[in-house]
């Protein structure tokens, strides 16, 4: 008889996450055990933490898939909850009127100009959440939901 055994995913991954931390959780060190305890790295894109409060935390995760996935356990089992960052940044479509003051501000070049149309895209795959352009956008149509 023989018993499959399945291997563990050398694949790495890379994701942009939302953290959002319980008040209670705010002063232990969550981030701390992805790199000691599941070997990952991350870049912290933007924070929010103060004492007695909720803390909020976007960051950028990188490391094996099998690690990333238990990172990700722990955090939920601790009470941490997650959102992916392309979630957090939106366009209303309604009152977007293509202005294109987005794309002017935006450091990772999340807009786009169709020359044809003459309409800006927003690829939220390419948001880092800065909220540049949501300062900017003169009709609001920029929406950020943490």
């Known amino acids: 008889m023989t018993v499959s055994r399945r291997k563990p995913s050398r694949k790495t991954v890379s994701r942009r996450i939302v953290l959002h931390f319980p008040r209670r959780l705010v002063d232990r060190p969550i981030v701390y055990r992805l790199i000691k305890d599941y070997d990952l790295e991350?870049?912290?894109?933007?924070?929010?933490?103060?004492?007695?409060?909720?803390?909020?935390?976007?960051l950028e995760l990188k490391g094996k898939q099998e690690k990333y996935d238990a990172g990700i356990r722990y955090m939920?089992?601790?009470?941490?909850?997650?959102?992916?960052?392309?979630?957090?940044?939106?366009r209303n479509e309604e009152r977007c009127t293509?202005?294109?003051v987005c794309m002017t501000i935006?450091?990772?070049?999340?807009?786009?100009?169709?020359?044809?149309?003459?309409?800006?895209?927003?690829?939220?795959?390419k948001c880092l959440a800065c909220g540049l352009c949501i300062k900017t956008c003169p009709p609001r149509a920029m929406e950020l939901h943490f």
């Open 76 to 90: 939920v089992d601790a009470g941490v909850r997650i959102q992916s960052l392309s979630q957090s940044v939106t």
């Open 106 to 125: 935006c450091p990772t070049g999340a807009f786009e100009l169709d020359v044809e149309t003459r309409r800006v895209t927003f690829h939220d795959d």
């Open 98 to 100: 293509q202005c294109g």
């Open 42 to 58: 991350f870049n912290i894109l933007k924070a929010s933490v103060t004492p007695e409060e909720e803390g909020l935390m976007v």
